[in-house]
């Protein structure tokens, strides 16, 4: 798809998209975008491509041209009633694509190459100015209201993005520059799931070398943890999942083992382990169980790090003595405890000299018309990553 594309749209009747320019209207209103968009009319509803209608870029805001989006299980939950979310919704927040238009007071250049950021820190919360822009106080709700479906209801989008889209208006510092000429499918990913595993070894977990990790739930953020595991230089790396389809990939991704997640579990682990447990267990699932699963894994005195992101009513339980005894930590990695502003061009830079193989994480790369299927794929646990392809 090229930007000329995207047709300007004019409907009849929808005045708050044409507001009236200063000074009695000398100047016509920049016009809305109609682009395709993969969007859900309901939880649980059927998911459909449709013809959207996105505003022009305000002040601070740009136009992007996507080239590449990841299906992430996070956009699933949205449709399945794991997180509040309101619609029509367009679907999609793991993005890359190339800035075609600006607004008012913009600094980027039409033709820059960028990824999608769908936590932008305001740097002026108690949070950001402490070095935690990860916990910005302004953090993006988990549904926004941006435009309208084409037969004029007010639409929402996915954490503010709605990437599964062929393009987006986002505010300018939910966009972060790459170099050019990176494969659009790998580049996809450093927005969500490469960053989020990534900073889950580097950032949180500080995963040093010689030492044991264990990842239960191999999507594509786990599969990032065991490869951020092996460049931290952890020896034993163990790759558990409840689908045997998943060791090829596993073992391809760093794992030095893969484990079948079932009774044995334990015991398979403890005796690839000296009978200790491992240093660090990435819980990459969102699961009250799979929680408590990684939590046995753990040795005395290791810790617990969730990359998942599970349910609000979906409660972990843990026994009192227990936690006193273990001296175990359990604790979260929110979007790998990374600044994405400075992080995302390292990981960008490392894709680009041939540092990080993202390759092994897609799965396949499809046309906007199959990304439907694709959740069907990650629900049932097919795969890493399916990237929709736009160009």
């Given at each position: 798809?090229?930007?000329?594309?995207?047709?300007?749209?004019?409907?009849?009747?929808?005045?708050?998209?044409?507001?009236?320019?200063?000074?009695?209207?000398?100047?016509?209103?920049?016009?809305?975008?109609?682009?395709?968009?993969?969007?859900?009319?309901?939880?649980?509803?059927?998911?459909?491509?449709?013809?959207?209608?996105?505003?022009?870029?305000?002040?601070?805001?740009?136009?992007?041209?996507?080239?590449?989006?990841?299906?992430?299980?996070?956009?699933?939950?949205?449709?399945?009633?794991?997180?509040?979310?309101?619609?029509?919704?367009?679907?999609?927040?793991?993005?890359?694509?190339?800035?075609?238009?600006?607004?008012?007071?913009?600094?980027?250049?039409?033709?820059?190459?960028?990824?999608?950021?769908?936590?932008?820190?305001?740097?002026?919360?108690?949070?950001?100015?402490?070095?935690?822009?990860?916990?910005?106080?302004?953090?993006?709700?988990?549904?926004?209201?941006?435009?309208?479906?084409?037969?004029?209801v007010p639409l929402h989008l996915t954490?503010?993005?709605?990437?599964?889209?062929?393009?987006?208006?986002?505010?300018?510092?939910?966009?972060?520059?790459?170099?050019?000429?990176?494969?659009?499918?790998?580049?996809?990913?450093?927005?969500?799931?490469?960053?989020?595993?990534?900073?889950?070894?580097?950032?949180?977990?500080?995963?040093?070398?010689?030492?044991?990790?264990?990842?239960?739930?191999?999507?594509?953020?786990?599969?990032?943890?065991?490869?951020?595991?092996?460049?931290?230089?952890?020896?034993?790396?163990?790759?558990?999942?409840?689908?045997?389809?998943?060791?090829?990939?596993?073992?391809?991704?760093?794992?030095?083992?893969?484990?079948?997640?079932?009774?044995?579990?334990?015991?398979?682990?403890?005796?690839?382990?000296?009978?200790?447990?491992?240093?660090?267990?990435?819980?990459?699932?969102?699961?009250?169980?799979?929680?408590?699963?990684?939590?046995?894994?753990?040795?005395?005195?290791?810790?617990v790090t969730v990359v998942g992101m599970?349910?609000?009513?979906?409660?972990?339980?843990?026994?009192?003595?227990?936690?006193?005894?273990?001296?175990?930590?359990?604790?979260?990695?929110?979007?790998?405890?990374?600044?994405?502003?400075?992080?995302?061009?390292?990981?960008?830079?490392?894709?680009?000299?041939?540092?990080?193989?993202?390759?092994?994480?897609?799965?396949?790369?499809?046309?906007?018309?199959?990304?439907?299927?694709?959740?069907?794929?990650?629900?049932?646990?097919?795969?890493?990553?399916?990237?929709?392809?736009?160009?």
């Open positions: 798809m090229t930007d000329p594309e995207l047709s300007p749209a004019a409907p009849a009747g929808r005045a708050e998209l044409f507001p009236a320019a200063p000074g009695g209207g000398a100047e016509p209103a920049p016009a809305p975008v109609t682009v395709r968009a993969l969007v859900a009319r309901g939880s649980g509803a059927e998911l459909r491509v449709e013809r959207v209608r996105l505003p022009a870029p305000g002040p601070g805001e740009v136009r992007v041209t996507i080239r590449a989006a990841g299906v992430c299980h996070s956009d699933l939950s949205m449709v399945n009633g794991t997180l509040a979310a309101r619609f029509p919704l367009v679907l999609g927040h793991e993005a890359t694509g190339v800035v075609a238009e600006v607004g008012p007071g913009s600094e980027l250049t039409v033709g820059t190459p960028v990824v999608l950021n769908w936590a932008p820190a305001c740097r002026s919360c108690w949070w950001c100015r402490r070095g935690e822009p990860w916990l910005c106080a302004d953090t993006t709700a988990p549904t926004v209201p941006r435009g309208e479906t084409d037969d004029g954490l503010g993005l709605g990437a599964l889209a062929e393009a987006v208006v986002v505010p300018e510092r939910a966009v972060i520059p790459i170099p050019a000429g990176l494969p659009p499918e790998q580049a996809a990913l450093l927005g969500c799931a490469v960053l989020t595993g990534v900073g889950a070894v580097r950032n949180t977990a500080l995963v040093a070398p010689g030492e044991s990790v264990a990842v239960v739930g191999l999507g594509g953020v786990g599969l990032a943890v065991l490869s951020a595991a092996r460049r931290a230089g952890a020896t034993t790396i163990l790759a558990i999942d409840v689908a045997e389809a998943k060791r090829d990939l596993a073992l391809a991704a760093g794992a030095t083992d893969f484990l079948l997640s079932d009774d044995r579990l334990s015991k398979e682990v403890r005796a690839r382990t000296e009978s200790r447990g491992v240093d660090h267990a990435f819980e990459c699932v969102g699961r009250a169980a799979t929680i408590r699963a990684a939590w046995r894994l753990t040795r005395r005195g290791g810790a599970g349910a609000k009513d979906d409660m972990v339980s843990l026994g009192a003595l227990d936690i006193f005894h273990s001296a175990r930590t359990l604790r979260s990695s929110v979007y790998g405890s990374s600044d994405p502003d400075r992080e995302v061009p390292v990981l960008a830079a490392e894709l680009a000299d041939g540092a990080l193989d993202l390759r092994v994480l897609v799965s396949g790369t499809i046309p906007l018309d199959e990304a439907p299927a694709a959740f069907d794929r990650i629900a049932r646990g097919e795969g890493a990553r399916w990237v929709v392809t736009l160009d």
